[in-house]
């Protein structure tokens, strides 16, 4: 069958009206929004506003935003949209008719193509813009971007070159182009210059961070670095994490990002990385921390061949499930919990746990600076993330951590993954799935007990697992001896 589009003269008289009416709501709302009228289908007349960085699904399936159940040209998880205002990309999931876009197809498997065969093919992402219409089905979405105006040019930190253009419409504020971003990653140092300013020419005999001294490079990564480096009064080691903003960053939108950095300072746990100190400067942002010489548990995992027997993962396990315990108790969610951020402490013979970058993430993510963190080119494969966090984008709970943390056990005892991801298919998609392998699979031999606990807390659905970490925790040492 094929899918009938409303005439474009229908579709102009609708997006105008609408337009008409949002500009004038846009005059009393300086911040950005991206609005989604449903302008035909079972839903007409629905509108979905997105004031902050959020995520969009489109489908059949009950977890959907726009959920279509009675629409049989809409797959079950039809298109996913993630929008960080005045921005916004969608992406197909290898859907049977495919989402249209101004009339365009994107996505949608060839004849013949299975769910699974399809997706192994790559399905292409596409900005959208004010003004944009996207068609699933039956239904169709008129796009109204709400901006307030640009400043008079955005002009890059580093080479002050205009890049009102690369930073998008309605985007004001400190900014660091591409290029001078691509460069930074070839040097590091220029990082540093870019928070504290450029007297550090040398990074390594400078103090660019007051109090510190830069000692090496530690990791280079898509959002920043990390230093080791001393502290000036008692040569006490710290780690410095420098993180620069995929945005333009607007100075209230800074100000609230520093005031929920302030409430992770407080949070203090042995099994924990404290946060020692905090400072912005335009896009670029730093952190010092405790310094954990024992690297991370991924690290630790490929000198040990990949992963860790139950003996040696126990501990670590238990450690960082009192970490986490502690930060749910306070209401604070990880929200990126993997092996990386997990770090080490203690020594070789009896290395103690300790959680890292709690809270950065979530933060640095919701206030925007992130860009575009799961259809973007920076994300990474969000192997360690259950279905919830990307249909419940803003609300997380702490059982979607222990969803990530029970992820981050099985990959220590196994090696693999709860999901697997073949090479070509679209990560999203497999997440929505739901589809976990039970860890008895993957390894037969491992006790009971551990692979009951484990498996419990990647259900898929939020309600089934441990409700928070201290739960699992009581779980793990109601555990019969090893």
Known sequence: MKVRFPRREKIATILVKDVAHHVLASRECMNAKVRLNVTAGPMRGKEFVFAEHDTFVVGRQADCHCCLPDDRLVSRHHFFMEVNPPDARIRDFGSLNGTHVNGRKIGARAKGETPETGAKRAYPEVEIKHGDVIQAGETTLAVVVEAPPSAAGVVCDRCGKDVAAEAGVGRSGSYICDACRQSMQQDPAQIIRAVVGDDAADHAAASPFPGYRIVKRLSAGGFGVVYLAERARDSHPVAIKVMLSRIAVEENASRKFGKEIVLLKELRHPNIVDLLDFKAEGSAFYFVMEYCPGGSVARYMAGHGGKLSLQAAWPIMLQALEGLAHAHQRGIVHRDLKPGNILLAGTPQKPIAKLSDLGLAKNFEQAGFSGMTLTGAYAGTPVFMPSEQL???????????????????????????????????????????????PLSQRDPELYPFIAAVIDKALQPLAKDRYQNAGEMLKAMEDCPDL
């Open 391 to 437: 249909t419940n984008f803003k609300y997380v709970k702490p059982s979607t951590d222990v969803w990530s943390l029970g992820a981050t056990f099985y990959n220590i005892l196994t090696g693999q993954l709860p999901r697997d991801f073949p090479k070509g298919e679209n990560p999203l998609d497999i997440i929505l799935k739901n589809e976990v392998i």
